[in-house]
């Protein structure tokens, strides 16, 4: 082992725990840490209720307020910030060895400390005056100066790193080494970091700033993934304080593990089918959709969202809005599907998919709102960009007919349909509808006019598999997530047989569209809101 001082600007390899000190909100673990320390001869120095704890367990522990000789004041706001506190985790003992005996300032080794639980207040709804309470100050200033000192003390933030200190001490007669240290410095600092970061947020927020001058984002890793959208690129999931229910809140039932193209597939597909109050269900291929219906029941739904694009949906995502019974199950098992995401699933489903090892089955116990307000970021080269989540929603009522026909109360409501289904395809994005399912869906084409004849193409297709006599977007509604910047898109659309168009208006050449729309016999809206997604 390293001599405990080393020569001066050198770290020891190892250092032995001698004196910790513990303040922690979070007591998993906590008096198993304490017993163990104790048992090694550590001396524990502790504050409020982690001395509390320690000491109804049989734990020998000191009081901070013994220790320092001052006593907690103003409602325990101070209590830490002290020099024989912060001298011993700041000292250097190759250079500050002099200055420690002339304070008589013991050296500390060990800082376990996790913060006042300032995002579950926020998130539990507290007042103003309860989350500035909970705003900790000593601890982000033990836990930086311990991180910044981490050549000669160790310094724990989250009780998940005990077993790894613990595991460290019984191997090295009681002391850890310098890469533990340094990793667990490392994620300090990230922790100080995540916790100012949902402070000044939470500020920004109470002020009515969206956009402050200055924002950071903050993620906790939720799994390394084996690769990215490629194989040659590494990947991780990191999920974000947000409890909004999907895939970073779900339960994997069974199947492998997710991928990153999982992950980024089924997040579009289930914010996708939360959009209806009806039982719906959504298949999604490349984050696309390639098939979306509504139903009497979950079964209907699926049958009539597969019937879509049947070819696309092999290998994609299935997103149900209702827990997941033993019929609709029993259809899913017949289809190669790579993750099935809902809010639950009965027994006879859950034995069903059973069957299928490879399948991930994903349970949510909810569904998001699609009306909830929140942030969607997107990296850029040196940036990143931030944007509300595209929350709009059009209703009946604010529709804008301009055509010399109106819309049938049955096109009105697969407008509707249609036009929600649109926001979530990628741009440029053409929806066919009827009778609350899609009949064709178009995404992604630089030209909109090729997105309604591939959406057409693809459509008369599946129908023709199917058997039908007619290519299902014959009697269909038509939607765009943007204006038809000419009459060409209108007239692919009219030529597959729409009756009814729903755009959010807005070209130059408005009145040129309308009049293919009158000379077709067509019904159109305008909404007024676009839906661009790239």
């Not at 667990?184 to 109470?206: K, N, P, V």
């Not at 595209?390 to 049955?410: C, F, M």
């Amino acid at each position: 082992m390293t001599a405990a001082n080393p020569a001066p600007g050198t770290a020891a390899d190892t250092v032995r725990i001698t004196r910790a000190l513990i303040s922690v909100s979070d007591k998993t673990g906590l008096v198993a840490l304490g017993r163990d320390l104790a048992a090694r001869g550590v001396q524990i120095l502790s504050t409020g209720g982690s001395a509390q704890r320690l000491a109804e367990a049989g734990v020998p522990v000191t009081e901070v307020s013994d220790y320092t000789g001052f006593p907690e004041i103003m409602d325990g706001r101070v209590k830490t910030l002290h020099p024989r506190v912060h001298g011993g985790i700041l000292a250097r003992r190759d250079i500050h060895a002099a200055a420690m005996a002339e304070h008589d300032i013991p050296p500390i080794d060990l800082v376990v400390v996790n913060l006042y639980p300032f995002e579950q207040t926020v998130a539990k709804g507290g007042s103003f005056e309860d989350c500035v309470e909970n705003i900790d100050i000593g601890g982000p200033a033990m836990i930086r100066a311990a991180a910044k000192n981490h050549d000669f003390v160790t310094v724990v933030t989250d009780p998940d790193d005990y077993e790894a200190v613990l595991d460290e001490l019984a191997r090295n007669d009681g002391a850890t080494t310098l890469a533990l240290r340094r990793t667990l410095a490392q994620r300090a600092y990230a922790r100080t970091a995540a916790y100012d970061a949902a402070i000044s947020a939470w500020f920004a927020g109470q002020q009515g700033e969206v956009f402050p001058p200055r924002t950071t984002l903050s993620g906790r890793l939720s799994q390394t993934l084996r690769y990215g959208e490629n194989p040659h690129q590494q990947a991780a999931f990191y999920v974000t304080g947000e409890k909004r229910p999907g895939v970073a809140t779900a339960i994997q039932l069974q199947g492998k593990e997710l991928s990153y193209n999982n992950l980024n597939d089924t997040d579009a597909a289930f914010e996708l089918v939360a959009e209806f109050e009806r039982p719906a269900v959504a298949i999604i291929k490349h984050a696309n959709p390639c098939g979306v219906a509504e139903g009497d029941g979950l079964l209907d739904a699926y049958l009539r969202a597969l019937r879509c694009d049947p070819v696309s949906a092999f290998g994609g995502i299935i997103a149900l809005n209702r827990p997941l019974d033993a019929a609709t199950a029993e259809e899913i098992a017949k289809l190669f599907a790579e993750v099935v995401i809902a809010p639950d699933a009965d027994e006879g489903a859950r034995a069903l998919l059973a069957t299928k090892k490879n399948l991930r089955v994903l349970l949510t116990r909810e569904m998001p709102d699609p009306a909830e307000p929140g942030m969607m970021v997107k990296q850029l080269s040196g940036g990143f960009l931030l944007q509300n989540r595209d929350s709009g929603r059009i209703k009946a009522e604010e529709l804008k007919v301009v055509t010399k026909r109106a819309p049938s109360a049955q096109e009105l409501a697969d407008l509707i349909f249609a036009f929600r289904i649109a926001k979530h395809v990628k741009s440029n994005a053409i929806v066919y509808a009827k009778d609350g399912a899609t009949a064709g869906i178009g995404a992604g084409q630089m030209s909109r006019v090729d997105s309604a004849r591939i959406a057409a193409i693809k459509s008369a297709e599946a129908s023709k598999a199917a058997g039908l006599a007619e290519p299902l977007t014959k009697g269909s509604v038509v939607a765009s997530d943007a204006f038809f910047p000419f009459a060409d898109g209108l007239l692919a659309a009219a030529e597959a047989g729409v009756t009814a168009v729903i755009q959010p208006g807005g070209s130059i050449r408005d009145n040129e569209v309308i009049a293919a729309a009158d000379e077709k016999g067509l019904a159109m809206v305008f909404t007024g809101m676009r839906h661009f997604r790239h």
